[in-house]
């Protein structure tokens, strides 16, 4: 049985992650791509503990030339027109692709000019894209699977929550934490994009996913936002600083997504500085015949976003050719053994 | 599009939300066997508000012999030694099947013969037989779709409770509710089985469900059982009567289960009187890289053991021919439309 050999095309902190549990896995890693460390084997900088006798380079266009793989692993950035070229490049060489762009996980309705695009090089190509990551698991699987024990469903609602003070500053500068209230709200006023950078607010795409997974149609879309503001100073080390009572400390925001068949999907996203003692929820409610709740605290949003990725390779490797959602993907389940012996041919 | 056609076979407690639940999504029950309530119409007995034009008959070969259908669905009692006969006369009239006992989610270590018998008869036939239930989405299908976040399990780790007070005294006194404590003590060290009546501990095939489904082999099974005792008295609905402090009020079954791959599976499942401000509690602990923890507080055991098994119906029907347990099942969700549009040929 031949191993799998990939290409780790972005080398940050999530890309390190990646490339660490392919290693594990069992993936050859033949190329890898980055601006940082050029010229440093992949060992090194992962941290493996031996030479993996690649070195990094900011050349991706000869690094695909010269490297045979089966899958480019893309760690680059989150919205679809940023990742657009990166994933055009490795789809006309002949690889599949998992991104770890939210955006990607559903781009159909976002941007789908850029989805259509891409799922007709991939195809030409004969070869498959999908957008994985935390959500595949915690914000799209696990809430369609609960799904299954609901006779009725009347609304799909879902909360998650993660720490502005764990993502450095400029994660941090984007959710507006530290900045005065007023200017916020005028900013929400005249309707101005929140969060503050390309970060595509992800619930929207997973919400999407689940309508997608149940077979169901997407009849509007509603985003808000909403500042959160504290009666009191509130230490904050992504910055180094106190927020003084009265300043933003980071922003709820809230997608409703009201479908065809009259079934309600919201979700609300609570990015802030922790106050002591909170810590990352992933809560959701299936209001219906029966209504069901479900709670992960502290869910394992970094790794995660890892593990799950590693664990689609096969997945994704075995799938139709084209733009492909998580929804239409089997089952996630860890795979055990090295990853090679769940591919189907 | 033609429309599902049913059997209900067993019209209790279960049976009775099942064929409310199938009448809702559009499947035309054509026949209704149950010792009880023999020569009324299904309508009336289900509380549907109307007539159903289908008498409930104590003769199953008859309403087999003179009634087509494309599924029956059995819901009579737990232990495969019990449902074998019902399930093979179906089979045997070309019916696909999906029973609610608990044995039958995954019987290939507990019944070997008569799981194979099943699958062989399933096979001749063209048509499936599966077991499905609460089981299938909170205690296999969810706990496998959380693995898809770990890169390496040591240990799945599970814990179910039940309220003895709220399922009858039959049930209670299979669980040793009110016993005296040196009797159940002095069972334990005889070995005899516990629970005393044929129920079985269904989280065993629960993670065995788990187990097939990560592909993993079972190396060894472990059961034990512990009583539960408290040093207060306890008011009991189930026997109208109070519980005294010292004597047993329910039993901790708890499963473990070694892989050959070495990752543990183990669980307990509390089945018990509940004390004041107890409920149901369906939680999860998968330890690895990363731990991972789920908790469904109010699981919903009755109502969901119905809509679970309705929302599999098509997914039956459209499986291969033989014995098939959950884990080979699609991903489980609810099924919004009728359920004939999800009919694949």
């Given at each position: 049985m031949r191993k799998i050999k990939a290409i780790s095309y972005g080398v940050g902190n999530i890309g390190r992650d990646i490339a660490r549990f392919m290693v594990d896995k069992g993936v050859i890693i033949t190329g890898a791509i980055d601006l940082r460390n050029v010229g440093q084997d992949l060992g090194d900088v992962i941290g493996s503990g031996r030479k993996l006798n690649v070195q990094i380079s900011d050349n991706a266009d000869e690094v695909l030339a010269k490297t045979s793989a089966d899958i480019a692993l893309i760690a680059v950035a989150t919205a679809m027109e940023k990742i657009y070229p990166h994933v055009k490049r490795c789809l006309e060489a002949g690889l599949n692709v998992i991104t770890t762009s939210e955006e990607a996980s559903y781009a159909w309705t976002s941007s789908p000019a850029i989805a259509a695009k891409l799922d007709q090089i991939a195809k030409e190509n004969g070869v498959t894209v999908t957008g994985s990551g935390m959500q595949d698991?915690?914000?799209?699987?696990?809430?369609?699977?609960?799904?299954?024990?609901?006779?009725?469903?009347?609304?799909?609602?879902?909360?998650?929550?993660?720490?502005?003070?764990?993502?450095?500053?400029?994660?941090?500068?984007?959710?507006?934490?530290?900045?005065?209230?007023?200017?916020?709200?005028?900013?929400?006023?005249?309707?101005?994009?929140?969060?503050?950078?390309?970060?595509v607010v992800c619930l929207r795409m997973d919400l999407e996913n689940q309508i997608a997974g149940l077979g169901l149609t997407t009849k509007s879309i509603t985003e808000s936002v909403r500042p959160i503001i504290l009666d009191h100073d509130l230490p904050c080390k992504a910055f180094n600083r106190i927020i003084p009572a009265g300043d933003v400390t980071g922003l709820d925001n809230t997608i409703v997504i009201e479908t065809a068949e009259g079934i309600l999907f919201q979700a609300t996203q609570t990015a802030k500085v922790y106050e002591p003692g909170e810590y990352d929820i992933n809560e959701w409610l299936i209001r219906g015949t029966p209504t069901i709740h479900l709670r992960n605290d502290r869910p394992p949003t970094l790794l995660g976003t890892s593990s799950q990725i590693v664990n689609r390779i096969p997945d994704v490797i075995n799938a139709r050719p084209g733009y492909v959602t998580i929804d239409e993907l089997p089952k996630l389940v860890c795979k055990v053994r090295s990853l090679e012996h769940y591919l189907t041919s």
């Open positions: 698991v915690f914000w799209v699987n696990l809430i369609t699977a609960l799904t299954g024990a609901s006779h009725r469903i009347e609304s799909v609602e879902g909360r998650a929550m993660i720490n502005m003070d764990e993502l450095g500053p400029m994660v941090a500068e984007f959710y507006a934490v530290g900045r005065k209230a007023d200017d916020i709200y005028a900013m929400i006023e005249r309707k101005e994009k929140l969060p503050l950078g390309d970060e």
